[in-house]
């Protein structure tokens, strides 16, 4: 059944390439680098070890996606000796992250690259997962995802692949699992959210995050499409508001409220926005005054967000965290130790209620904290902080027309806030999909800033000569 279902997928995926590849009216293809890099982000979410894996005795495992990222970096690397690109100029944040890199390092060096137990998850895999994958991912979208028509083929994937995930969500929300793909999402030797929508990531609150950037970029698509197919467009955008919901997750309802707002109030179009969506925000504001008693419900599916447990947990969490960072402020536990060391020497001193499992921090800064101390973190913030910087330059420089606008900037920006905001209340470290689809947005931005910065370069080069050649004269 599992070869069956690879090769299922590989046609697929040839179908889809030689289809791609085909000139448009216009005589442009999708580059083959941009397809590439969205298969192997969709692998990312759909192929990994969950779905299937080969090991080789005494090496490592092969996975799907793994196995594409192989491709992915030698695209890269060929790519990077053979092309040369305005882009490069800056290069902050290749530095940031050599100097994060060299942190990591130092760190699993001093405290172990594998895991102390069987049960526990490799240091080295959660600095692949969280970090060095998606640095490849932020200098690969930097110099191949910079152009319109590889810009608006990523659009169009992660909006597709979370229409997607949306269907499955209403199958999963109504236990309509026979329909479910694919079938390791229903594995019931995986309890976390067996009874939300988790989709192929096993957990809600990353599925959640899938949802809602398919939903940024699917509005940013919208404006760009014409007739039937907006009428379509729409219909599909629909869903999204829904299996939002059937994630019954409250930090994605926090992340598609923020989303929804700063659309309404930094989305730039061409017509007055408070009169377009006045009557739909009556709407919504009355549908929401009427669920107002059950949101204190501890009940999921009835819209209830009044559960306690999870609360208790966290708080605990946090307690447990400052000590640790108390005790280890400035290089912390080791990378990936956060488990092993709270075990060893903090179970007593704070308890965490309501279970009976140790729990990994669920906020990823304080976890990066306790793990990589000050040092790690403040590096860490460095490169977030140049990130925005980037998405807030390219929203105040780019032209308000074309896919390449302003409006882009702003999506760029929806995107890594809302993996910022979800990840103070989940650690994202264990899932390759969020962390790749976060760096990617980066390197986009930067890519985009470095030819803005390109451009201005080159016109202050051709008028510099007319200039002194003026004075001349006037001399």
């Given at each position: 059944?599992i070869v069956?279902?690879?090769?299922?997928?590989?046609?697929?995926?040839?179908?889809?390439?030689?289809f791609l590849?085909?000139?448009?009216?216009?005589?442009?293809?999708v580059?083959?680098?941009?397809?590439?890099?969205?298969v192997w982000?969709?692998a990312?979410?759909?192929?990994?070890?969950?779905?299937y894996?080969?090991?080789?005795?005494g090496?490592?495992?092969i996975t799907?996606?793994r196995?594409?990222f192989?491709i992915?970096?030698?695209?890269l690397i060929?790519?990077?000796?053979?092309e040369?690109s305005?882009t490069?100029q800056?290069?902050?944040?290749?530095?940031?992250f050599?100097l994060?890199?060299?942190?990591c390092?130092?760190?699993?060096?001093?405290h172990?690259?594998?895991?102390?137990?069987p049960?526990y998850?490799a240091?080295f895999?959660?600095y692949?997962?969280a970090?060095?994958?998606?640095?490849?991912?932020?200098?690969f979208a930097?110099?191949f995802?910079?152009t319109?028509?590889?810009?608006s083929?990523?659009?169009?994937?992660l909006?597709?692949f979370?229409v997607?995930?949306?269907?499955i969500?209403f199958?999963?929300?109504?236990g309509l699992?026979q329909?479910?793909?694919?079938e390791?999402i229903?594995?019931?030797?995986?309890?976390l959210?067996?009874d939300?929508?988790?989709?192929?990531?096993?957990n809600?609150a990353i599925?959640?995050l899938?949802?809602i950037?398919?939903?940024?970029?699917?509005m940013?698509l919208?404006?760009?499409?014409q007739?039937f197919?907006?009428?379509f467009?729409?219909a599909?955008?629909?869903?999204?508001?829904?299996?939002?919901?059937?994630?019954?997750?409250?930090?994605i309802y926090?992340?598609f409220l923020?989303?929804l707002?700063?659309?309404l109030?930094?989305y730039?179009?061409?017509?007055p926005?408070?009169?377009?969506?006045?009557?739909?925000?009556?709407?919504?504001?009355v549908?929401a005054?009427?669920?107002?008693?059950r949101l204190?419900?501890s009940?999921r599916?009835?819209g209830?967000?009044g559960?306690?447990?999870e609360?208790?947990?966290?708080e605990?969490?946090l307690?447990?965290?400052i000590?640790m960072?108390?005790?280890n402020p400035?290089l912390?536990v080791?990378?990936?130790?956060?488990?092993?060391?709270?075990?060893?020497k903090?179970k007593?001193?704070?308890?965490?209620?309501e279970?009976?499992?140790?729990?990994?921090q669920h906020?990823?800064?304080?976890g990066?904290?306790?793990?990589?101390?000050?040092?790690g973190v403040?590096?860490?913030?460095a490169?977030?902080?140049v990130?925005?910087?980037?998405?807030?330059?390219?929203?105040?420089?780019?032209?308000?027309t074309?896919?390449?606008?302003s409006n882009?900037?702003?999506l760029l920006?929806?995107?890594a806030?809302v993996?910022l905001?979800?990840?103070?209340?989940v650690d994202a470290?264990f899932?390759?999909?969020?962390?790749?689809?976060?760096?990617t947005c980066?390197g986009?931005?930067?890519?985009l800033?470095?030819q803005?910065e390109?451009?201005q370069?080159?016109k202050?080069?051709?008028?510099?000569?007319?200039?002194?050649?003026?004075?001349?004269?006037w001399?």
């Amino acid at each position: 059944m599992i070869v069956f279902l690879c090769s299922l997928i590989a046609f697929s995926i040839l179908i889809i390439v030689l289809f791609l590849l085909l000139p448009t009216s216009d005589g442009q293809t999708v580059p083959f680098r941009a397809l590439l890099f969205c298969v192997w982000l969709i692998a990312t979410a759909m192929w990994g070890r969950a779905f299937y894996e080969t090991r080789i005795a005494g090496l490592f495992d092969i996975t799907i996606e793994r196995a594409l990222f192989v491709i992915v970096a030698a695209s890269l690397i060929v790519g990077l000796f053979s092309e040369q690109s305005s882009t490069d100029q800056n290069r902050t944040i290749a530095g940031l992250f050599f100097l994060f890199s060299l942190i990591c390092l130092a760190s699993m060096g001093i405290h172990g690259f594998r895991q102390s137990e069987p049960k526990y998850v490799a240091p080295f895999y959660f600095y692949i997962t969280a970090y060095l994958f998606p640095f490849v991912a932020f200098v690969f979208a930097k110099r191949f995802l910079t152009t319109e028509r590889a810009l608006s083929f990523f659009l169009h994937t992660l909006f597709y692949f979370g229409v997607y995930l949306a269907v499955i969500a209403f199958f999963e929300f109504f236990g309509l699992r026979q329909y479910v793909y694919p079938e390791f999402i229903n594995d019931p030797k995986v309890l976390l959210h067996l009874d939300r929508a988790r989709g192929p990531f096993l957990n809600s609150a990353i599925n959640g995050l899938a949802l809602i950037v398919g939903f940024i970029c699917g509005m940013h698509l919208f404006s760009f499409k014409q007739g039937f197919g907006k009428i379509f467009h729409l219909a599909m955008l629909s869903l999204f508001f829904p299996a939002v919901f059937f994630t019954l997750t409250r930090s994605i309802y926090l992340c598609f409220l923020f989303v929804l707002a700063m659309s309404l109030f930094a989305y730039r179009t061409s017509f007055p926005k408070w009169k377009t969506f006045a009557l739909p925000m009556c709407l919504v504001c009355v549908l929401a005054f009427s669920f107002t008693p059950r949101l204190s419900s501890s009940e999921r599916r009835a819209g209830g967000i009044g559960q306690i447990e999870e609360i208790l947990i966290r708080e605990a969490l946090l307690k447990r965290s400052i000590v640790m960072i108390a005790d280890n402020p400035v290089l912390g536990v080791g990378l990936g130790q956060f488990i092993p060391a709270s075990v060893a020497k903090y179970k007593g001193v704070v308890p965490i209620p309501e279970t009976s499992e140790e729990q990994t921090q669920h906020n990823q800064l304080i976890g990066m904290t306790v793990e990589l101390g000050f040092v790690g973190v403040l590096v860490y913030l460095a490169i977030l902080i140049v990130f925005f910087r980037r998405f807030f330059a390219l929203y105040s420089r780019l032209p308000w027309t074309g896919l390449i606008n302003s409006n882009l900037a702003l999506l760029l920006g929806l995107c890594a806030s809302v993996f910022l905001i979800n990840n103070l209340f989940v650690d994202a470290s264990f899932h390759l999909f969020p962390n790749v689809l976060f760096f990617t947005c980066g390197g986009i931005a930067d890519g985009l800033y470095g030819q803005l910065e390109f451009m201005q370069t080159s016109k202050e080069e051709m008028t510099a000569p007319s200039l002194s050649s003026s004075n001349r004269v006037w001399a």
